[in-house]
């Protein structure tokens, strides 16, 4: 199994290359060269099977036993989803009317993200350690990632963590995450800005070939394949849980089922569109709020950015620059690097694109779509608890909407993804009028310490936080290379 970027100009790369790395040097993502199929003897073989297995099962067919030997994989996967706060880690909520809810939050931080970044991290890890080396990791976050990814890569020796989160657009309990973390090796910064906003210098910084290699800066945003990889996962297992597929013959067609995604980045969308040509017939619905690019996308072939990125109850997903459709744009094309290439790099000079009436076409018969108000956040929460005394989050709620404006069809399964806890948005809870008593570890965040830095927004805000960043990146490789503590 080899790489290669949606834009065309890299090819042959390793797993491993691909770990260790974030946009690829010509600015694309990375890719499988080739999707491998799953036949219905094999997944009909993994019924039974637990999430563990079914990641260790997935991951297998995209890194090499050369890099990763089988019994090696396990145990990473076993271990990075070891603290888990349920022992099955993942659970499904079958609810009323059909109405089947995939719980992905059942991690650390009570985020889906905390999924493939413990797993993607315990990867890095195992290389790092092998390899007597260092590596820094980048990572801009629209609330999640961030606390995520320090949750999985706090303390470890060989790797430290660089974290960028928007100032005010997140949730207390979010940002108590990322900043209440202590350790040496985590450096948090907030930005008066948008997620978008940050992904500017950060794509800067990665565009600095020399810089990325002196430094061994990697990302894990989903621009890292490692992340997409993981979350092949969840779908593969709600379609062996949820689609009956032990009734069909053995000749007989897989049935159909629909998998309805909450959407920001649009990592998981490409993961599920990556599932369906491994061979599972899915159809995929990308839920969006009032940042509702996907939707136009999807609608009408205006891939275009907006003023400014909306503030809304479900803020991991206020985001108007989905980077994963490049992949998806990738993939319907034919892995046509060279028009993607074309393409986007035009809707990075002008913030807008119109599709190809070509991949228009494709696009919308690949996806379902629809956009969500706040007010149809809280409308669905109040419905989903008063019909069966469930508390949704109000991105999990953005993806139920469908499930009450849609109508049901019991010939086709449904699977709506939870992406986090409602613990973590006590405020959309009780602006819905609903209340939830928060886990313990939630109420321990409020007396923690905190340590993190303020990017101002300047005039030239963009170069002043690349340059910050920057800078301390330079500072943080010469204290480990001098062996000494970077925080006194």
């Known amino acids: 199994m080899q790489y290669c970027s949606t834009r065309g100009g890299v090819h042959g790369w390793s797993f491993k290359e691909v770990l260790f790395s974030g946009y690829a040097p010509d600015g694309g993502m990375f890719m499988p060269e080739s999707v491998p199929v799953l036949s219905t003897d094999t997944l009909r073989g993994w019924k039974g099977l637990s999430y563990n297995k079914i990641v260790t099962e997935v991951t297998s067919l995209f890194i090499p036993p050369q890099l990763i030997p089988r019994g090696d994989l396990e145990v990473l996967v076993d271990e990075a989803l070891s603290s888990f706060s349920i022992p099955e880690v993942v659970r499904i909520a079958r609810l009323k009317d059909g109405l089947s809810v995939l719980e992905l939050f059942h991690g650390e931080t009570l985020a889906f993200k905390d999924l493939s970044m413990t797993c993607t991290v315990r990867f890095i890890n195992y290389f790092l350690r092998k390899e007597n080396r260092r590596a820094t990791v980048v990572v801009g976050t629209s609330g999640d990632t961030g606390g995520s990814a320090i949750q999985s890569a706090k303390g470890l020796p060989g790797l430290d963590l660089v974290v960028v989160y928007p100032l005010g657009r997140i949730t207390p309990v979010q940002e108590k995450h990322m900043i209440s973390c202590l350790e040496d090796n985590v450096h948090v910064f907030a930005a008066h800005g948008s997620s978008d906003d940050i992904d500017q210098p950060l794509r800067r910084l990665f565009a600095d070939q020399d810089f990325v290699s002196s430094h061994s800066l990697m990302s894990l945003n989903s621009v890292n394949w490692a992340r997409v990889m993981i979350q092949l996962a969840h779908f593969i297992y709600a379609y062996i849980e949820l689609s009956d597929m032990e009734q069909a013959k053995v000749h007989d067609q897989l049935p159909p089922m629909e998998v309805v995604v909450p959407t920001g980045g649009a990592g998981n969308i490409a993961a599920g569109y990556i599932v369906k040509l491994m061979g599972l017939p899915l159809k995929l619905v990308a839920m969006v709020n009032s940042n509702d690019i996907v939707h136009r996308t999807v609608t009408s072939g205006d891939f275009s950015m907006a003023a ?76 989903c608890w008063e019909e069966n005394h469930y508390v949704l989050c109000p991105h999990t709620a953005v993806a139920v909407w469908h499930h009450y404006h849609c109508p049901y069809s019991s010939e086709v399964n449904r699977c709506y993804i939870a992406t986090a806890s409602p613990a973590k948005f006590e405020a959309a809870v009780q602006k819905a009028g609903l209340n939830i008593d928060p886990p313990v570890a939630l109420q321990a965040l409020e007396k923690l310490p905190t340590r993190y830095q303020i990017l101002e927004r300047t005039v030239n805000w963009c170069q002043t936080w690349e340059h910050i960043l920057r800078e301390c990146i330079i500072s943080m490789t010469k204290a480990r290379y001098n062996k000494v503590e970077f925080y006194t």
Not at 309 to 336: C, H, S
Not at 352 to 379: C, K, M, P
Request: charged content about 20%; some cysteine.
């Open 308 to 383: 400014e990125v909306a503030q809304t109850l479900a803020p991991a997903i206020d985001i108007q620059d989905p980077y994963n459709m490049e992949r998806m744009f990738w993939l319907l094309l034919g892995k046509d690097g060279s028009s993607v290439k074309t393409m986007m790099m035009e809707f990075q000079c002008s913030q807008r694109l119109t599709l190809s009436e070509h991949l228009y076409n494709l696009l919308s018969q690949a996806l379902g779509s629809a956009t969500v108000s706040d007010e149809g956040i809280l409308e669905t929460m109040r419905r």
